[in-house]
């Protein structure tokens, strides 16, 4: 939500020369080609039979044969009762950070933070390490206190319901953060003048607050939705050993000898339906009516005081932040410790031996390293240049048809992972793109999964910056260029910054599109933790899990770390 | 209604004193202005009649009701107020209509009286056209209409009003400023209302409180705190003051630039550095030498014709820089002699 | 080369090709070439090419003290060894064959079928090292020199000791659909492991596809690769495993992990896992050099002592402990009818085990 008294757009074309033809087909034939193509490859496979003439035939198997039908219906039950569980669990707990005076509000943040970065397939596995029904750390715990016999359970990771828990564990930071940052800028005035009129506290809370937060709430449930719709990591490590499929490991087992491209690519076609129909109806659920709040000042939110409930709400905060957090944290620490990964370490059984293996024995961690710095790197910057270079020209209207490359940035939103990786794979297996087996294809798939959201971050921080003062700039005798550059530049630095770190995160995490790409020569580190994972090799994992992590949180710390640097100097700016 | 008595109010935030040892009454059915440069306290004064914030000392009585002390603090929604806010604060997830009656729905009112209500106060505020629209789709004076609508509707006993036209412009706030009196005197409220803005102060207010760090300067009617400013602050705040300095001769006179100056107001003390103010149009000017009391020579610096009068900065023997306005006629050229005669009764000496 | 005839076609012709790959022609080639030694020159050669990329289904560690071992005794060659399942191998290859990318050296696969597939395909390169000439009995050995049985190994049924007793351990399949051990059992998948492929054509020709669908009213755990139910048996997340690789069980084993190995007596299925190297090799010398190192004593004792792996070799010596291969029932390997029957076994047992 953004405030809607916003200046008028003023329409400029003042180029000394003009820039705008080429800036505009250049860009756009960027983004054609990272979009546009390997959907049409898609499509086109979907309605192609083996020998390559057109049929239906790929779409009517895919809703008559069971073995496809259900895990489409898994796969739509499943991203429901995430959705549905997120909902439930993160907007109370957004509101509690929010709007309450509950204790440590900024630790719990962070963590939600924490499990956000933490890639959804490393959770997955170590809550394999933490509930298998026999091995799992819990269910051990369990017989240790019950004294129930052998083989009883608390929990069983490897189900339905196990994977939704998963899942949701790892989606709901996306509810909690949209809900979280709406209440944080609904102004408290809003609440306030339903006070004033007579309204108790859960009057304004049903009439006024939670109305507001709506939008947010449904926002995120859709994230949820679309996350846990499209997520690969999980289902392969869980669902398989549970023995069933969901749609995205239905659609990489069709790539296994011998392939079936076509069928892929029909069991691909309704993910991206799906997704863009929802991502519409999002706009038709919420209509006229505005949520943008209404007038310039923003007054400081109220806060609920919760007084003797403030701890009871932190503990049960605390006990959410378990699932994602410190449960699997702590597996993966004691897998990578352990001579066992399902043994407790203690001073007796500790070894080093698994570190040993990782670092020096494993000849695919250097290769894996190198890649996902290589591809982090280059995703990272040239992932933000693209998105800096649109969002510019969009919020400036710099040329002409700046809408045309708004929109095609924001399209890979509708776009899943292994979607996306199917059609690249489509288009750069054959002539003249031939880009399998080099990290370019990789670095494709990533630069245009992470586009929407970093050019929705820079647009944002463009428009923060009103254009008057790049006009100050240029009134006083500077060019275009160089009120960029000694203007706009720094006051977009702290942005520019957290975009790079948010794709760069991204891409270490990202493994959905990866399958469907790598070579040997060209894996990363979350496609040799997915092969270790096959061969069952936890120990091994545990470490390379939790390098990524320190990596992960080394670039979110850095980021953070600049970004207060920054804003203390530029405090003050509009 | 009922009145609203403000005793030995403060609220402090640390250290700092934002609401220093206020203590005001405001009559019943009267519209009092709390009127002073930002930060000076007023908003938290509003806030803590509303019962937002809570106080640290002192207490708010409405009627014989105690409803907020350091003790015990009623909450805004017990206390039968309305509140419009500077940013209005309309629900952008209602339409007007919703907007409105909003609190009426909150007293569990039959469906009949909230619409007969709803059609008076929407012929009132002029907003029958636009009752079906979200506040997003308002310019910013309907949407200020819809607040006061959203504020009177309930028949507060208590109206209370933050800044409520600062997000207008300049034509649009004007005629509001009337709007508001006008309904007000329609509808006879206790009122204490917000502004920064002197002129609006003025045009609304039965009784203005000037508010400076916290503590009130001066309380009054219009006439008084303009005519009669007790401290340079507020000789200052309202309307354009010469404030100029002597050292007091005797109880009525100090000496300004070497000329004994008889003054009114506050009483002076002899030997004591003492501020007077006067008016810029209170000050008579001449080309021609003037003999009597209270006449100050001085030299034209510089001076402005505005069409309806003529702007002068002229300046006296001690460096002392006074502005004068006069009728348009009297064009005396830059760098002149001339004399200036400060009526004694205009000349208001004020408290250190 | 000759493979890049599908490599040069767009992915959907060649996908068909590696389909039609099934129905195999069973050409004769030309027989093998002579055995060719280590010779200093291929080693000077292998330094120049820097490295080997070796495609396994091996287990990891083996495979990597495999590599390190191979770059210990020939310092200035690195050996990149890329682990996967060995169905997933097959695919990987013929992804990457198709786009014409040519990482891999050699490779090896416990699903023989494959190295048959490949060589039809006129992908393998001939080449006899001297130990596999000198050594090697016929039958594991491609006749046209492209491959040799780089190791054998069972595909076994095992049980965590602390969580059943010896007495009551199962002896055969059939003992495995007992109700008692309904959600006790693991077993890995013949869509992503060769060995399990190769098990699951031996068990279902002998046993008949009625003794999968009964275990598939077990409640069975269902892994990807054949080196995982030993593991998962050895973390004490199942009692027993219905089929997994006999080495690691012997590796758990022997490390001191509570785990036993059981013979079926209906007979244990024989896995032979070949190697063999492309044309089209990025590294062609060092990938000679790797493909002799494999069969040499040296290495085929380390794939027994560290592996748990048997060996075809007549020079190693059995490890003392692990019941030696002439005193097992095996049923037996057939890699040819593998091939022609893998797309339809894995289609099978997807409809009988739902994933």
Redesign the interface.
């Known amino acids: 939500m953004t405030t809607v008294v916003s200046t008028a757009p003023i329409v400029r074309r003042r180029l000394g020369f003009d820039l705008s033809k080429p800036v505009l087909v250049t860009f756009a034939v960027i983004l054609f080609a990272l979009i546009a193509m390997p959907l049409s490859w898609l499509v086109l496979y979907a309605f192609s039979s083996k020998s390559g003439g057109f049929t239906l035939d790929n779409f009517h198997r895919l809703v008559t044969d069971a073995a496809y039908l259900d895990p489409l219906l898994t796969t739509f039950a499943l991203a429901t009762l995430a959705a549905l569980i997120c909902c439930i669990v993160a907007a109370p707990m957004g509101w509690l950070v929010a709007r309450t005076d509950m204790p440590l509000r900024r630790t719990v943040r962070l963590l939600v933070t924490a499990s956000f970065v933490t890639p959804p397939f490393l959770g997955a596995i170590a809550w394999e390490l933490l509930a298998a029904p026999n091995s799992g750390l819990l269910n051990q715990l369990y017989r240790e206190l019950t004294g129930v016999e052998q083989g009883a359970h608390l929990f069983n990771i490897y189900s339905f319901t196990g994977l939704v828990f998963v899942i949701s564990c790892y989606t709901f930071p996306y509810v909690f953060v949209l809900v979280a940052n709406s209440l944080d800028r609904t102004p408290g005035d809003l609440e306030d003048a339903s006070a004033i009129l007579g309204g108790k506290a859960w009057d304004t809370a049903r009439r006024i607050t939670i109305p507001l937060a709506l939008p947010s709430i449904l926002a995120g449930a859709l994230v949820a939705f679309l996350q846990a719709m499209t997520l690969f990591g999980s289902p392969a490590i869980l669902a398989m050993p549970a023995g069933f499929h969901t749609m995205t490991t239905k659609i990489w087992s069709l790539f296994q000898f011998p392939p079936q491209p076509e069928l892929a690519a029909a069991a691909s076609l309704p993910l991206l339906i799906l997704t863009v129909i929802l991502l519409r109806a999002e706009h038709v659920v919420l209509g006229r009516r505005g949520y943008s709040v209404v007038g310039a000042k923003n007054s400081e939110p109220r806060i609920v005081r919760l007084g003797r409930w403030r701890w009871v709400m932190l503990t049960v905060a605390m006990l959410v932040l378990m699932c994602p957090v410190f449960l699997p944290y702590f597996a993966l620490l004691n897998a990578s410790f352990s001579k066992v990964a399902s043994h407790l370490v203690w001073f007796n059984n500790f070894t080093l031996h698994n570190l040993h293996f990782v670092f020096y024995e494993l000849s695919a961690t250097k290769l894996a390293l190198r890649n996902t710095f290589i591809l982090g790197t280059l995703a990272a910057t040239a992932g933000t240049v693209l998105a800096l270079v649109i969002a510019y020209v969009h919020t400036r209207q710099a040329v002409r048809g700046y809408r045309l490359l708004g929109f095609l940035a924001t399209a890979p939103v509708a776009i899943p992972g292994i979607v996306l990786g199917v059609g690249l794979f489509f288009t750069y297996t054959r002539p003249p793109f031939v880009l399998y087996g080099t990290l370019w294809i990789l670095l494709i798939a990533f630069v245009t999964l992470n586009m929407p959201a970093a050019y929705q971050q820079l647009q944002s921080a463009f428009k923060a910056v009103h254009p008057e003062l790049e006009d100050a700039s240029r009134i006083l005798g500077a060019t275009r260029l160089r009120a960029l550059w000694q203007i706009t530049a720094p006051l977009l630095r702290t942005s520019v910054i957290a975009t790079w770190c948010f794709i760069f995160v991204g891409v270490i995490r990202e493994l959905s599109a990866a399958i469907m790409l790598f070579t040997s020569e060209t894996k990363v580190l979350s496609v040799l933790i997915y092969d270790l994972n096959e061969s069952g090799d936890l120990a091994a994992i545990a470490v390379l899990g939790l390098l990524m992590l320190v990596l992960t949180f080394g670039i979110v710390a850095l980021a953070n770390s600049l970004k207060f640097g920054s804003a203390r100097r530029l405090s003050g700016t509009p | 209604m009922a009145s609203v008595e403000l005793r030995d109010l403060t609220k402090r935030y640390g250290d700092v004193a934002v609401v220093d040892d206020i203590s005001l009454t405001i009559e019943h059915g009267h519209l009092v202005c709390l009127l002073g440069p930002s930060g000076c306290g007023k908003t938290t004064t509003l806030r803590l009649i509303?019962?937002?914030v809570e106080p640290s000392k002192g207490e708010i009585r409405v009627g014989d009701k105690l409803v907020s002390s350091p003790a015990h603090s009623m909450?805004?929604?017990?206390?039968?107020?309305?509140?419009i806010?500077?940013?209005?604060?309309?629900?952008?997830?209602m339409t007007v209509a919703e907007n409105i009656v909003?609190?009426l729905k909150?007293?569990k009112m039959d469906r009949d009286s909230i619409g007969k209500k709803l059609d008076a106060i929407l012929a009132t505020t002029r907003l029958a056209p636009l009752v079906q629209r979200?506040?997003?789709?308002?310019s910013g004076g309907q949407?200020q209409r819809v607040a006061l609508a959203?504020?009177l509707i309930?028949e507060p006993e208590t109206l209370?009003l933050d800044e409520p036209l600062s997000?207008l412009d300049a034509n649009l706030r004007e005629e509001m400023r009337f709007e508001v009196r006008r309904l007000h005197d329609t509808y006879r409220y206790t009122t204490v209302y917000v502004t920064h803005d002197q002129s609006e102060a003025m045009t609304t207010a039965d009784l203005i409180a000037v508010m400076n760090a916290g503590k009130i300067e001066q309380a009054g009617s219009p006439e008084e705190i303009y005519d009669r400013p007790r401290s340079e602050f507020v000789a200052r705040f309202i309307g354009s003051s010469n404030v100029i300095k002597g050292k007091g001769l005797d109880a009525t006179r100090i000496d300004f630039a070497g000329t004994p100056l008889r003054c009114t107001g506050e009483a002076i003390k002899s030997g004591a550095s003492t501020p007077v103010s006067i008016r810029p149009h209170d000050i008579a000017i001449s080309a021609a030498q003037r003999q009597g009391e209270n006449i100050v020579p001085a030299t034209v610096v510089r001076q402005v014709f505005l069409g309806g009068s003529r702007d002068y900065m002229v300046e006296a023997k001690d460096g002392t820089q006074l502005r004068v306005l006069t009728a348009a006629g009297e064009n005396i050229p830059q760098g002149s002699v001339v004399w200036l005669h400060l009526p004694a009764e205009r000349c208001r000496a004020l408290s250190g | 080369m000759k493979g890049s005839k599908i490599s040069r076609r767009n992915m959907l012709v060649g996908a068909s090709a590696l389909a039609a790959g099934a129905a195999f022609s069973t050409r004769v080639m030309s027989a093998a070439p002579p055995a060719s030694a280590v010779t200093p020159a291929l080693i000077e050669a292998a330094k120049k090419e820097g490295k080997v990329v070796w495609y396994t289904s091996v287990d990891l560690k083996l495979s990597e003290q495999i590599g390190k071992a191979f770059e210990a005794k020939y310092p200035g060659v690195a050996c990149k060894v890329e682990r996967t399942g060995a169905e997933r191998i097959l695919q990987r290859i013929g992804q990457e064959y198709t786009a014409n990318v040519h990482a891999v050296d050699v490779v090896n696969s416990s699903d023989a079928s494959h190295l048959v597939y490949w060589k039809d395909q006129g992908m393998l390169e001939p080449y006899v090292p001297e130990d596999v000439a000198k050594f090697y009995p016929a039958e594991h050995k491609d006749a046209d020199g492209t491959y040799a049985s780089f190791r054998v190994f069972l595909c076994i049924i095992a049980y965590n000791t602390t969580m059943v007793k010896k007495e009551e351990a199962p002896k055969s399949f059939a003992d495995l659909l007992d109700a008692k051990w309904k959600g006790k059992i693991v077993k890995a998948h013949p869509g992503y492991s060769g060995t399990i492929m190769t098990a699951t054509y031996q068990m279902s020709r002998d046993l008949g596809w009625e003794y999968f669908e009964k275990l598939a009213q077990q409640n069975i755990l269902q892994v990807q690769s054949a080196a995982d139910p030993p593991k998962k048996i050895a973390l004490g997340e199942r009692a027993i495993q219905a089929d997994g690789v006999e080495y690691l069980i012997f590796q758990e084993k022997e490390s001191g992990q509570p785990v036993e190995p059981i013979y079926a007596s209906e007979g244990t299925p024989l896995i032979i896992g070949p190697n063999g190297l492309f044309k089209a090799a990025p590294n062609p010398n060092a990938a000679r050099l790797f493909q002799s190192y494999c069969f040499s004593p040296e290495c085929q004792q380390l794939c027994i002592d560290i592996g748990g792996l048997r060996s075809v070799h007549p020079q190693i010596k059995e490890h003392t402990g692990r019941t030696p291969l002439n005193q097992i029932k095996m049923m037996k390997d057939d890699a040819v009818a593998v091939l022609k029957n893998g797309e339809q076994i894995k289609a099978r047992y997807t409809k009988i085990f739902r994933v």
């Open positions: 509303a019962g937002f909450p805004p929604e017990k206390r039968n107020m309305s509140m806010f500077q940013s209005y604060a309309l629900w952008p997830h909003y609190g909150l007293r979200y506040p997003g789709e308002l949407q959203r504020a309930v209370l997000n």
